[in-house]
């Protein structure tokens, strides 16, 4: 097995081998976000003034939708500090990008930058981190969805990237609002609840048959765009004890179009090296990884990833993805998971099923003895 590195080890590596200026922060990526911004308001501003057939209008929600995306992946590295440095500035306009998604900049610095990119794909301490299998058998309705055929889970599971997004980021907003300083709080609860306030605002202004066009329809479609780049980003990696990016991120490659359009969010593995660095620069940092550590990175197709995402089971057991229905065990990146020849291990199968068997009735005594 190879030796785990984190990602400082990674970075000190290449960082000589970047141009100074790939450490400046790159304010001309607000053009874009200033483009997406004007494209939004004008289809809003249609829906809302132009009365026809509201069949006419689901052109416009796609639109809105892409610009809703586009806009995360902007706030993402706005937040990140890549794009302005000053950090009310920084905030501000972080808010804005991440309105359509209702996610508040300073719980989006705590969740993301501080705890997902500290702890990436640690089993306890990653809040985005795919749970292992004794965790979701310690749930009884997780314990009932994993007893369904995979191709239903798979199918509700890709129905529920339209809106596991803002799920997430409302859970997140509970788990961590408890963590922040008394006095920022209220501060932390007035970004969340803002953006909401808004959207309801305007479901009371336009009616709700335009409001599903203008705003729910487009959060929807936001959702899915943003979270099929997201469930590729570390799915299927295994989980790691040392946070190493090349060993737990995936990097997907798209059409050169569509990085334009969504600011190379593509990169992740890249962006985990160097999360302080513009994704202007994300290219090179993969050329330079390439060079000297080709057989630890992992990229993919984007639509190969998401096939393999639907053909492989969620919960992580040891290094491998584990089906609770059948016992079917399946390798992850670097752990004999190919992508082109997806199958399960069938020597493995036994063995799971009997540890399948007692971690099911070990979760159902822990539950138990919890009511008591
Ligand atoms: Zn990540
Ligand atoms: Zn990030």
Redesign the pocket.
Known sequence: MKELHSFGWYAAKLKPDLPKKAFNPVPERLWGGLAYLLVTVAALMTIGIVDVNPFFYIPLSLIIGACFAALGFLGHEILHGTVVRTPWLRDFLGAVAFWPLSTGPKLWRKW?NLT??VH?QHEEHDP?AWPTLDRIMKIRLLRWVYRLPHPVRAFFSFCSLSFQFSVHSLNMFVVYLKEFNPKKRPAVFMEAILPWVTWIALLVWVGPVKWIFMFLIPLLIANLIVMAY?ST??RLNPTTEINDPLAN?LTVTVPKWVDVLHFNFSY?TE??LFPGVSSKYYPLVKQLIKERWPERYHEMRFDKALTALWLTPRPYYNKELVDPNNGNSFGTLGHGLDPDNIKSSISEKMYNTETLVSLMTEGKKQEHAKDQ
């Open positions: 993301h997902h990119h990436t985005d997201i980003n570390h991120s992740h962006h985990h």
